[in-house]
């Protein structure tokens, strides 16, 4: 009898469990490919069908940030007309309207073409394409009071090892020389100087005290670029990964094959949980309706991918509201890195208590930056090479930015 009971309770649990799954997965404002827009600059280009993956991945994650931001972790939409979610929307709408859409993709493609030397169709990496986020956030808060009490800091200094592998089967060599990024450094002075620097202009009420009671503390989006492995995810970051995927200021990770972006929110046993942006819909011109349909930004079933078969190059998103929240970031994630050194290996990102020494990157980057930005992009590079030593094929992907 009292297995039975269990069993039922156990069930009933994970009913529960799974209900509250499918509310916060489809309160998620789900961004995808989109066609007939406004051309995209000084092209023909009307879609980003194909190519625009990781950016509606990198909307996805900033969408999720001020969703959090405005209307808390536990807010839920159940298709209300909320003013506040309908805001964030248009924000991120594919119009090239930088007051109305600061975070659309045509103002995401006229940076990456300042800053990385990107055009409509090329594909974006999960570094370059937070560092634009970044960039636009505060682009946008000088025009917004609602988005001057909270800003973004981009993990800088990635550790890395340059290695060299070859690798024979039959009568093919496979030549291999890249960059296996072990660690990405959160500068926390940095973190706080950001945090501590209030907007005159702001009069919300998210930006409270600090502990002393004398400085101000603004909200903080946290963007980790990290690489979990060489050529393919390691293993070892697994249980790591589901840790901080489970931490409720975890926005989520955005990631997934090469050249086939997704979002990452949550997991079940060895399967990651994803809002998929691969779907064309027809763009909504949200500039003259003000009532535009809600329905084609909420995404009702979640796409599952092994955790062990994602491309090793992603970005972790984190959302602190308050200096509390921060604490609690800063004890966790020193708890995974003091258990990864205890296992014998690489943290998947590392916390330094001081400033950076060079903070360049911490500032907003400009068109007098594009050249040294260019030469800090990092490229995988697979040769294809015959018996007689000849390159038959050159394959090369972004991987991403050195901050």
């Given at each position: 009898?009292?297995?039975?009971?269990?069993?039922?309770?156990?069930?009933?649990?994970?009913?529960?469990?799974?209900?509250?799954?499918?509310?916060?997965?489809?309160?998620?404002?789900?961004?995808?490919?989109?066609?007939?827009?406004?051309?995209?600059?000084?092209?023909?280009?009307?879609?980003?069908?194909?190519?625009?993956?990781?950016?509606?991945?990198?909307?996805?994650?900033?969408?999720?940030?001020?969703?959090?931001?405005?209307?808390?972790?536990?807010?839920?939409?159940?298709?209300?007309?909320?003013?506040?979610?309908?805001?964030?929307?248009?924000?991120?709408?594919?119009?090239?309207?930088?007051?109305?859409?600061?975070?659309?993709?045509?103002?995401?493609?006229?940076?990456?073409?300042?800053?990385?030397?990107?055009?409509?169709?090329?594909?974006?990496?999960?570094?370059?394409?937070?560092?634009?986020?970044?960039?636009?956030?505060?682009?946008?808060?000088?025009?917004?009071?609602?988005?001057?009490?909270?800003?973004?800091?981009?993990?800088?200094?990635?550790?890395?090892?340059?290695?060299?592998?070859?690798?024979?089967?039959?009568?093919?060599?496979?030549?291999?020389?890249?960059?296996?990024?072990?660690?990405?450094?959160?500068?926390?002075?940095?973190?706080?100087?950001?945090?501590?620097?209030?907007?005159?202009?702001?009069?919300?009420?998210?930006?409270?005290?600090?502990?002393?009671?004398?400085?101000?503390?603004?909200?903080?989006?946290?963007?980790?670029?990290?690489?979990?492995?060489?050529?393919?995810?390691?293993?070892?970051?697994?249980?790591?990964?589901?840790?901080?995927?489970?931490?409720?200021?975890?926005?989520?990770?955005?990631?997934?094959?090469?050249?086939?972006?997704?979002?990452?929110?949550?997991?079940?046993?060895?399967?990651?949980?994803?809002?998929?942006?691969?779907?064309?819909?027809?763009?909504?011109?949200?500039?003259?309706?003000?009532?535009?349909?809600?329905?084609?930004?909420?995404?009702?079933?979640?796409?599952?991918?092994?955790?062990?078969?994602?491309?090793?190059?992603?970005?972790?998103?984190?959302?602190?509201?308050?200096?509390?929240?921060?604490?609690?970031?800063?004890?966790?994630?020193?708890?995974?890195?003091?258990?990864?050194?205890?296992?014998?290996?690489?943290?998947?990102?590392?916390?330094?208590?001081n400033n950076r020494f060079d903070n360049q990157m911490n500032e907003p980057l400009s068109s007098t930056t594009t050249a040294t930005t260019m030469d800090r992009i990092l490229r995988m590079e697979y040769r294809l090479v015959d018996r007689h030593g000849n390159v038959q094929k050159l394959l090369s992907s972004e991987d991403f930015v050195v901050l």
């Amino acid at each position: 009898m009292s297995d039975s009971i269990s069993q039922s309770d156990e069930q009933s649990s994970n009913l529960y469990a799974y209900d509250k799954f499918k509310k916060d997965f489809y309160s998620r404002i789900w961004l995808t490919y989109r066609r007939d827009f406004p051309p995209l600059l000084q092209t023909p280009i009307t879609t980003d069908n194909g190519w625009g993956c990781m950016i509606r991945s990198g909307q996805m994650i900033m969408a999720q940030a001020f969703l959090t931001h405005f209307h808390g972790r536990n807010w839920r939409w159940e298709g209300q007309d909320d003013l506040i979610h309908r805001m964030i929307i248009k924000w991120f709408a594919d119009i090239p309207d930088r007051s109305t859409s600061p975070f659309s993709i045509h103002e995401i493609i006229r940076q990456g073409q300042q800053l990385f030397g990107k055009n409509p169709g090329d594909w974006f990496g999960p570094a370059s394409i937070s560092i634009i986020m970044k960039n636009l956030l505060e682009d946008a808060a000088k025009d917004n009071r609602l988005l001057c009490d909270i800003c973004c800091y981009i993990a800088q200094d990635c550790t890395g090892m340059y290695v060299t592998y070859s690798y024979s089967q039959l009568l093919t060599l496979f030549f291999f020389n890249f960059i296996i990024i072990v660690s990405s450094s959160v500068y926390l002075q940095d973190v706080i100087d950001l945090c501590r620097t209030a907007n005159i202009r702001s009069n919300s009420n998210t930006i409270i005290d600090d502990d002393d009671g004398n400085n101000q503390w603004r909200s903080i989006i946290i963007l980790i670029p990290v690489r979990l492995g060489g050529d393919e995810f390691n293993k070892f970051y697994s249980p790591y990964f589901k840790q901080i995927l489970s931490l409720s200021s975890c926005l989520g990770v955005i990631g997934g094959k090469p050249r086939h972006s997704l979002y990452f929110i949550g997991f079940q046993d060895d399967k990651l949980l994803a809002i998929d942006p691969h779907y064309c819909q027809k763009s909504i011109d949200v500039g003259t309706r003000t009532n535009f349909p809600l329905d084609s930004y909420h995404c009702i079933s979640p796409k599952r991918i092994s955790l062990t078969s994602i491309d090793p190059s992603c970005t972790i998103g984190f959302y602190l509201k308050t200096k509390q929240d921060y604490d609690e970031f800063i004890n966790f994630s020193q708890q995974i890195i003091d258990h990864s050194y205890k296992s014998n290996g690489y943290p998947i990102y590392s916390l330094d208590s001081n400033n950076r020494f060079d903070n360049q990157m911490n500032e907003p980057l400009s068109s007098t930056t594009t050249a040294t930005t260019m030469d800090r992009i990092l490229r995988m590079e697979y040769r294809l090479v015959d018996r007689h030593g000849n390159v038959q094929k050159l394959l090369s992907s972004e991987d991403f930015v050195v901050l």
